[in-house]
């Protein structure tokens, strides 16, 4: 299969989504990868790599796009690309179509096969491509959340951890999955103190097995997080429900509550957030206040380490899109069931249930186009 790997436009996006390591495994299953000039430079990988593991380098991302049946990246392709974007051609990356119309709308209106990396399922329900990101970001947001926590950065002026006879901080996380359980464990070493919700008995009942003393766990309900953030100054929002626009937990009239320089970092934000008075923000300016709280809300967070974020992506991506290349989409997803819940829109059609509910638009089963 010819393969190509444009690099990566949104802003501060480092990341690449295939190593110098990746290309030598497709080029050991005989494909062909183009790789656009420069497209690694932010993840340390320079274009000699890619030519001495067997890419072409191509100079402009037109040229990627034009040449290749299958495109990996790894954010959804922004506006500037839809043009550039071919009927049936594969489209292996993040979408996130359930926070973004007007990308469904045109990945619609392309005909592409857009294969979400977010949505690729296992059968116990965890989402393998998700999880290395969700692993970075929720370690990352705590060592944000205290940065902004600072009084020079607009914070309440607060030490995570405090010191001998000053308390520590009160950490809320909102949803105790991946990235919940991340930062709890962070904000945990760190010193504070730290108090999960999750609506998931069972998940709760793991957290409290396995995390320190000092993290607490109650269930999610509107009483209880009204109450705890009273007493939070970091509250980190980390829910997910797979596919669909995240719920939101924080409502404006809860900030009246918070004390003046909390911080709120919404992880969840790249699925619409689950603060309400969140928008997405990006790394040259990450933060804004409202009703004196400090929002953290960059849709990206792992793009500030791309080195990290890099190795975790594609050491989770490579061996799906190596099937992909080897058997075609259509019978990788006829014989993988993890692959073929990636599939959300197929040739103009909506093939994923929470994309068709979240924009209210037509839905066809997924065994129809296969
Ligand atoms: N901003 C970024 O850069 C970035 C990076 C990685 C992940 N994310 C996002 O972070 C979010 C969380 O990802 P994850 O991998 O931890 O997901 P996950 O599925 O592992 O965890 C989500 C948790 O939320 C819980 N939950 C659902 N509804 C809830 C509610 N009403 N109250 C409390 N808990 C609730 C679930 O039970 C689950 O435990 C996702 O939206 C993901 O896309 C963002």
């Known amino acids: 299969m010819i393969i190509g790997v444009p690099k990566e436009i949104k802003n501060n996006e480092n990341r690449v989504a295939v190593t110098p390591a990746g290309i030598t495994e497709f080029r050991k299953h005989g494909h062909t990868i183009y790789v656009q000039t420069e497209a690694g430079k932010g993840s340390g990988f320079s274009d000699e790599q890619y030519t001495e593991a067997g890419a072409t380098i191509l100079s402009t991302i037109e040229e990627v796009y034009a040449i290749a ?76 959340g205290a940065k902004y926590l600072e009084k020079p950065m607009g914070g309440f002026g607060i030490l995570l951890g405090g ?7 009160n950490v809320l996380v909102l949803g105790g999955g991946i990235v ?9 070493g760190l010193g504070a103190n730290v108090t999960i919700v999750d609506i998931s008995l069972a998940r709760l009942r793991y957290l409290e097995d396995i995390m ?27 829910v997910l429900i797979p596919g669909a626009k995240a719920p939101s937990l924080i409502t404006r009239d809860m900030l009246k509550l ?58 989770a ?32 059609k909506i093939v994923f249930k929470g994309v068709s509910d979240a924009w209210n638009l037509p839905y066809t089963e997924v065994s129809e186009v296969l």
């Not at 003393?213 to 953030?229: C, F, G, P, Q, W």
């Open 69 to 144: 049946e299958m495109i990996i990246k790894v954010k959804e392709p922004i506006e500037s690309e839809y043009a550039l974007i071919k009927e049936d051609q594969l489209l292996f990356t993040y979408f996130h179509f359930a926070s973004s119309e007007p990308l469904t709308n045109a990945m619609i209106e392309r005909k592409a096969v857009c294969l979400a990396y977010e949505t690729v399922e296992r059968t116990d329900r965890s989402l393998p491509l998700l999880i290395p990101m969700s692993e970075v970001a929720g370690r990352m947001a705590v060592q944000e």
């Open 163 to 169: 010191v001998a006879g000053v308390k520590p901080a």
């Open 180 to 188: 919940g359980t991340q930062a709890a464990k962070m904000a945990a």
């Open 212 to 238: 320190p003393a000092n993290v607490d766990t109650v269930m999610s309900n509107e009483y209880n997080i009204r109450d705890l953030v009273k007493s939070s100054i970091l509250i980190i929002g980390g």
């Open 258 to 315: 918070m004390k003046p320089g909390t911080v709120m970092v919404d992880v969840a934000i790249d699925q619409g957030g689950c603060f309400e008075t969140s928008h997405a923000t990006t790394h040259e300016d990450p933060i804004y206040e409202v009703d004196g709280v400090v929002h953290y809300c960059v849709a990206n967070m792992p793009g500030a380490v791309p080195y990290t974020s890099t190795l975790a992506l594609t050491n």
């Open 317 to 348: 991506t490579l061996p799906y899109a190596l099937l992909l290349a080897n058997k075609g989409w259509k019978e990788a997803c006829a014989s993988n069931e993890e692959l073929k819940k990636g599939l959300n829109v197929v040739n103009g």
